[in-house]
């Protein structure tokens, strides 16, 4: 007796309903995943140190839908809530485009341009580190500050912040370098 394969099934099946005959609707022929005719454009989840690889699916430099890889050895094509959720973070249209800063006292805030936001950061920053940096401590060298703290967010990698770290600690003299990922 000859065993019949899964092949040979599906085979006989579709010879047998013929399928190209079978009554459907325009709505049905028309059809289609909503991935069809996109880029899969290979990403890496950004919300913890685990490294879980992602399919972020463009069409005309949109972002449709991402989905975990199933190629990945770490996750499977599995991902947490966070990580099935990070379509919300590139395209919630209540994400926030633009610096909106408050100034002291105020009672509103302003739209302000990002170099603008920027400069001011490093020109505060700059500050901060010259009012509390201190070159000796009883005699030896310690090139430290202590009146700044930082709090790196999960959503990095561990590449950087390992770079975070090396700016904020080595180059900065900053003390107190903490990650969310790690609290």
Known sequence: MKRKTAVSFVEAALSERQVERQPFSPNSVKKAARIRNATA???????????????????????????GNPESPINAGTLCPKGANAFQLGTNPHRIHHVLYRAPYSDHWEQRPLDWAMQRIAELTKETRDQGFIERKDGKVVNHVTNIAALGGATMDNEENYLIKKLLGAGLGIVSIENQARI
Not at 55 to 65: A, E, F, H, N, Q
């Open 41 to 67: 454009v290979h990403s890496v989840c950004p919300y913890c140190a685990v490294g879980c690889s992602q399919l972020v699916y463009v069409k005309g430099r949109t972002i449709i839908d991402i989905e």
